[in-house]
């Protein structure tokens, strides 16, 4: 009798054919060997196609070790990525629409490229202790010879509007800082809720096929909604500490 000793293909049908040695597919994406084989003995990596004793990768490797490379750029460490793609890989592709959905550009606004000059002439200072302040912040980027990008130039241009109110730019600077911490913690809020109230029962559920869709739709919707509701909270509270504030001078006025 003939044995068939053909090696069945691990490639999903329809896939491209699996063409690179594991050499070449560590050329492919700048990885080793060694680290190729263990995220493929973590079940992070599919097995290869076997032809005559000899395993092939294809595009989906490709795609997989980019997404891991990426994971690993953020922080995340190999035990974290297991866990976030699934056992062997198997919620990798609706991981990468999960991860889209988490770091897609949140607003249209362009950044701003601005050189020292510029932005001297526009703050009428120019000091390297609010240059270095303004980069901390974030409210600016240094590209180098004298270069910055402004990420959000709505916020540099608030920051200008307050000089020209009067108000010194260090203080300026300052209050932006407390905004900031204010900010993170605000959002920690809305993070914390979608992990516990929405990521947790679909994780522990065994992340049910049809619950994705779901999930990376409350994603998308997460931060419009969050700042909405940052918004009209915030409106509600400035209404009454200007009140307040106001009520006090006027108080203290009377006493006099």
Do not use: C
Request: glycine share 6%.
């Amino acid at each position: 009798m003939i044995r068939d000793t053909r090696t069945k293909s691990t490639q999903p049908e329809g896939a491209e054919e699996a063409t690179l040695t594991v050499e070449q597919l560590a050329y492919e994406t700048g990885m080793s060997v060694r680290n190729i084989r263990n995220h493929q003995s973590r079940g992070l990596l599919p097995p290869p196609e076997v032809r005559a004793r000899i395993g092939y990768y294809g595009s989906q490797h490709v795609a997989r070790l980019r997404l891991i490379q990426e994971m690993q750029g953020e922080g995340f460490k190999l035990s974290a990525i297991s866990r976030l793609i699934g056992e062997h890989g198997a919620d990798a592709d609706r991981f990468v629409g999960l991860r889209q959905a988490v770091t897609a550009p949140f607003a249209t606004e362009a950044p701003e490229v601005l050189s020292r000059e510029e932005l001297a002439e526009r703050f009428q200072v120019d000091d390297d202790r609010l240059l270095g302040k303004a980069q901390k912040l974030g409210l600016l980027i240094d590209l180098g010879d004298e270069r910055y990008e402004a990420p959000s130039p709505a916020l540099l241009r608030a920051a200008e509007d307050v000089l020209k109110m009067g108000i010194d730019l260090r203080a300026a600077l300052a209050a932006i800082e407390k905004l900031s911490r204010n900010s993170q913690s605000s959002a920690r809020t809305f993070v914390n809720l979608f992990v516990e109230e929405l990521w947790k029962p679909f994780d522990e559920a065994g992340r049910p096929d049809e619950g994705w869709a779901e999930i990376i739709e409350s994603i998308e919707r997460l931060r419009p909604l969050a700042v909405e509701a940052l918004n009209a909270t915030f409106r509600l509270t400035l209404t009454t500490e200007v009140e307040k504030a106001f009520g006090e001078v006027l108080e203290r006025r009377k006493k006099k």
